[in-house]
Nanobody
């Protein structure tokens, strides 16, 4: 079992920044890729960014050049720095950890971009 706890969501104005954090505990040696996904009301969950244990990253098209994912393998944590936020970035953001037994998900943290 892997437990994921997210933090850092909130309300921010358009153009602002937020940093999300996710800490993993449990059977952490089995984690390979970690990442962030988001789900807006009435929409499907979508990829935001992922990072492998080797540091290889991948981003969704809508967040490239604005968001940065980083991983601290020693602390079993992953962070998402979000800059130049737009109203369309409003969603619940979920941390995900991939393991050979399947993915684990955090409980989600709300990000609202509004003036």
């Amino acid at each position: 079992q892997v437990q994921l706890v997210e933090s850092g969501g909130g309300l921010v104005q358009p153009g602002g920044s937020l940093r999300l954090s996710c800490a993993a505990s449990g059977i952490i040696f089995s984690i390979n890729t970690m990442g962030w996904y988001r789900q807006a009301p009435g929409k499907e969950r979508e990829l935001v960014a992922t990072i492998t244990s080797a540091g290889i990253t991948m981003y969704g098209d809508s967040v490239k050049a604005r968001f940065t994912i980083a991983r601290d393998n020693a602390k079993n944590a992953v962070a998402l720095q979000m800059n130049s936020l737009k109203p369309e970035d409003t969603a619940v953001y979920y941390c995900r950890a991939g393991t050979p037994r399947g993915p684990y998900w955090g409980q989600g943290t709300q990000v609202t971009v509004s003036s």
